[in-house]
């Protein structure tokens, strides 16, 4: 893509309901990201908000991938979604296990997925800009799924602090995010969720993000991905509806549509 790099992949991949849908059915699981990555240029890992990475785990990961294949990190559940009184050493914890990504030029960039109920207080305010400044060695990506912080004054200060506010494709339901094109960086994060309404609040997460884009949706997002190209050093784009082998279906589509405006 002229004018940006362009990196389109999913949230996660190492889903066994992915077999026939993409992997091949006699793939052994360890091998499914070296497949993965020769397909895609980047992926999301998702594991990590359930369970602490460490160094020795994601370096393993990055043997595995083709050169130029990068890497973005959900972070930890305890930096968002559960802090204890051991915050602070658990995000030190978490960059650390992040280095070698990002000493080998492989990390995209660390997700800062925030739930609903982490609404705009003084206190969570308070709290965001703690945990970044700690983790501002690196590529930080925001996304909020309150729509109380969307507003001017937070654009300004993640803008400030060189950290990416995600874009996010989601059901149109009161109290979400606006669906916006708002820049803080030159790197554009553009997460789809899925449209999913009636399993948004009360499904797991399997449910939640069962949905499987249409060409026409997609050529919607095609044409707004492109007409970001010229504002973006990097783009990312990445499917969280995992369930079905929905993801990397919908994400194949897209890069071919991208191309065909290209031509």
Known sequence: MEGAGLFIGTCGYSYEEWRDAFYPKDLPKQGFLRFYSLIFPFVELDFSWYKMPNPRTLE?????????????VKAHRSLTHEPSDEWQRDAETFLEAVYPLHNRRKLAGILIQLPYHFS???ENRKYLAELCKILESVPLVV?????????PRVYEELSSRSITLAMIDRPDLEGLPPETSIMTTRTVYYRLHG????QWWNGDVTSRYDYEYSEKELKEKARIIHALKSK???IFVAFNNHARGNAPSNAKLLMNLLKKLEI
């Open 120 to 122: 705009y207080t003084a």
């Open 232 to 234: 973006a050093d990097r």
């Open 195 to 198: 449209r999913n309404s009636q």
């Open 60 to 72: 393993m990961l990055a043997n595995q991938t083709t050169p130029g294949f990068l890497f973005s």
């Open 143 to 151: 996304e909020f799924r309150n729509s109380q912080w969307y507003l």
